[in-house]
């Protein structure tokens, strides 16, 4: 899929991929980044229907064994 970078107004990135997302995110798009203020958006925007957070820790194999 290819976007249309033209844009009516100016914006910086962070509202762009924002505008782009949209409420729903119909498209599915992934947004891989390191800005907190545009995960924390984005997480805000998706608390409904949210993708699994990959913050948590994993268990290790010694912890999920049943004993």
């Not at 009516?8 to 599915?28: F, L, Q, R, T």
């Not at 992934?30 to 907190?36: G, I, L, N, S, Y």
């Not at 545009?38 to 049943?66: C, F, I, N, W, Y």
């Amino acid at each position: 899929m290819v976007l249309d970078a033209t844009m009516k107004k100016e914006m910086s990135a962070e509202a762009c991929i924002i505008d782009v997302i949209g409420e729903s995110n119909p498209e599915h798009f992934f947004v891989a980044t390191q800005d907190t203020n545009l995960r924390k958006q984005l997480q805000q925007k998706k608390d409904g229907d949210a993708a699994p957070k990959r913050s948590r820790k994993a268990k290790t194999p010694t912890e999920t064994t049943v004993q």
